[in-house]
């Protein structure tokens, strides 16, 4: 996998022997604490051997991998991105950025490979920067989705369309992908089959004397305090008739906090107003994921990412009916599956068994593949650094294409119409600690508003919309 962005060629008619390759320098660009995650396994993946993120491949160069947060209201806070676990990406080193400002790094720092862990306008913002560069050596592009892509398909794979890799998680989300581009004309030949980069841990092994459940909460699904409340009354009431079975309630952020999506509602907050207070087997956890199923014995959702992980792990898994089987709620991803089930069936001993053609189609790997689920991204990502010049990207959405919708894209990033800043995009560069640290306490206490009016003020309002 040679860097495409290096002058390390040997004088002519010398060998080095003892010289070592020059680094691959990738970045990775994420806007949130999930899609850090996949974004940093993800480099990970691309640049290691045999689909392991630890195990270099057979010649490969050596990998430095920067890590960007891209500045918003999701950006994830330094708890967050300890919990995420070890991506191999030092996260002291990790800082935020505006996507000019990225734009600039990229022009500057000379990168080889570029991985977008970002919402779909971001990606499509970027790609217009990048384009508009116009960089005699720009680095290979890769996107992709965090987990399962149960709404907004055209939108988001359209906002994701120009960049050289789109990483599809399954085959059954490959055959999607490319279904969408060519039923709209554009080039599908991007999309590249893998799977999730986190997948992983060992296969589930019942212990002598533990009995663990998990509940893998999700920050917007269900939206509403009504069903979150059921949900949460649901699974106390299962701890309440199963006293010696250990009941967890995952969490993916402290209030006040924000993730991928936005959570109006805490089960925290929920909680504390529970009647009757919490059975002494139930408790709220924290933490990464896997650790948390490493002493699973049923993971119940309605329809979280975790489930995945849980199915390639081989962890009983059921995904939950209780509130309908709704797009809204993406648990209609996982008809077929045979892992639908309810409240009342697990109350009463139920464990649903997994579809083992729906397993096949969904990229989780429980059959073992899971080493080599990276070997044709990889390779394609390899043949585009090798190429003598990438011509600048070319998404779908242009001017000419989507005159009333790529301007308001762009503009959110301070971008124009054509792909280049916005005049006073790019603040001067910081002198000094003290002004340094003012902005930094100006966005904290902006940050602080935003997330107030969304978790305080929003539902406030809205239930007084309906009164």
Same mark, same amino acid.
């Given at each position: ?39 940093? *396994?993800?480099?990970?993946? #691309?640049?290691? %051997? $045999?689909?392991? =993120?630890?195990?270099? &491949?057979?010649? +490969?160069? /050596? ?49 080889? *490979?570029?991985?977008?862990? #970002?919402?779909? %306008? $971001?990606?499509? =913002?970027?790609?217009? &920067?990048?384009? +508009?560069? /116009? ?58 089959? $893998? ?5 992983? &841990? ?266």
């Amino acid at each position: 996998m040679p860097p495409r962005n290096s002058n390390s060629a040997s004088p002519a008619g010398l060998e080095s022997t003892d010289t070592p390759s020059p680094a691959l320098r990738v970045a990775v660009l994420a806007d949130s604490d999930t899609r850090w995650k996949w974004g940093a *396994l993800t480099a990970r993946r #691309l640049t290691s %051997g $045999a689909g392991r =993120a630890d195990t270099p &491949g057979a010649g +490969a160069p /050596r990998a430095e991998i920067s890590g960007l947060l891209l500045r918003g209201r999701a950006t994830p806070t330094p708890r967050q991105l300890a919990e995420v676990g070890d991506v191999g990406i030092d996260t002291d080193r990790v800082r935020e950025v505006t996507a000019v400002e990225f734009l600039h790094t990229v022009r500057d720092e000379g990168y080889d *490979l570029v991985v977008l862990a #970002l919402v779909g %306008g $971001a990606v499509q =913002a970027v790609l217009h &920067g990048l384009a +508009a560069l /116009r960089m005699p050596a720009r680095p290979v592009v890769v996107t992709g989705y965090v987990g399962v892509v149960y709404e907004k398909l055209a939108d988001g794979l359209l906002l994701r369309h120009g960049a050289d890799v789109v990483l599809a998680n399954s085959r059954h989300d490959a055959d999607r992908f490319r279904a969408v581009y060519d039923g709209v004309g554009a080039d599908s030949s991007a999309v590249t089959e $893998a799977a999730l980069p986190f997948l992983g &841990g060992a296969p589930h092994r019942p212990e002598p004397g533990r009995d663990t459940v998990v509940f893998a909460a999700q920050p917007s699904v269900p939206a509403s305090r009504a069903d979150r409340t059921y949900l949460l009354r649901r699974l106390v009431e299962h701890a309440r008739l199963h006293p010696k079975r250990e009941v967890l309630l995952k969490l993916r952020s402290k209030p006040g906090e924000h993730t991928t999506h936005i959570e109006e509602l805490p089960y925290q907050r929920l909680a504390e107003r529970l009647p009757g207070g919490l059975p002494p087997n139930f408790r709220l956890v924290y933490g990464h994921m896997g650790e948390v199923l490493d002493r699973t014995d049923l993971l119940v959702t309605v329809s979280s990412t975790a489930a995945l992980e849980s199915l390639h792990r081989r962890i009983p898994t059921a995904v939950l009916t209780d509130l309908g089987v709704r797009e809204t709620l993406g648990n209609h991803h996982f008809i077929g599956s045979g892992l639908l089930t309810s409240w009342d069936h697990l109350d009463g001993g139920a464990h649903p068994q997994p579809d083992a053609q729906w397993l096949a189609g969904q990229g989780v790997a429980a059959d073992g593949t899971y080493d080599t689920a990276y070997d044709t991204a990889r390779a394609k990502v390899t043949a585009l650094l090798a190429a003598d010049r990438l011509p600048a990207p070319a998404p779908y959405y242009t001017p000419a294409t989507a005159p009333g919708y790529l301007p308001g894209i762009l503009a959110r990033h301070h971008l124009a119409p054509d792909g280049h800043p916005l005049p006073g995009a790019l603040a001067p560069r910081e002198t000094g600690r003290v002004r340094g640290a003012v902005r930094e306490a100006v966005r904290d206490a902006a940050r602080g508003a935003y997330r107030h009016g969304v978790q305080r003020v929003a539902p406030v309002i809205r239930r007084m919309g309906e009164l």
